[in-house]
């Protein structure tokens, strides 16, 4: 995740999802460094639950078994993970906003964005 390599700061609410999916320390890591991940590391972090070889064809299976559940019971399930995270994902969205607009100002920015494009034809 390039954000502070280009002088930014992570954004859409990831400085509170990121750490909550995969822990504070790895999450620091990667948006402190840049560091992009494959598909392995994104499993053994617990970012995804598998890997397929055909996504579809393991979203439409999936799918398929919660399709046979009670509904009620799915839509609650839902409503109630989601519950207690929403109200803090927007006052972190809104801190990101924030802090995001006014990095993008910055000449450290500037200075990132020209860094990053002027080594991309190399």
């Not at 609410?13 to 990121?18: A, E, I, P």
């Not at 999450?27 to 392995?40: L, N, P, R, W």
């Not at 499993?43 to 399709?67: P, R, T, V």
């Amino acid at each position: 995740m390039p954000f502070t390599s280009l002088g930014l700061v992570p954004e859409a609410g990831s400085t509170k999802l990121f750490p909550d999916l995969v822990g504070y320390q790895r999450a620091a890591k990667i948006f402190m460094t840049g560091e992009s991940f494959g598909a392995d590391e994104a499993l053994a972090m617990g970012l995804i639950a598998e890997i397929a070889s055909d996504a579809e064809k393991a979203a439409l299976a999936i799918a398929e078994k919660i399709a046979q559940q009670p509904p009620k019971a799915i839509l609650n399930t839902k409503a109630l993970m989601k519950a207690g995270s929403h109200d803090a994902v927007s006052a972190v969205m809104l801190a990101e906003f924030q802090l995001f607009a006014l990095a993008l100002q910055s000449e450290e920015a500037a200075e990132a964005f020209m860094k990053f494009m002027s080594t991309r034809g190399k």
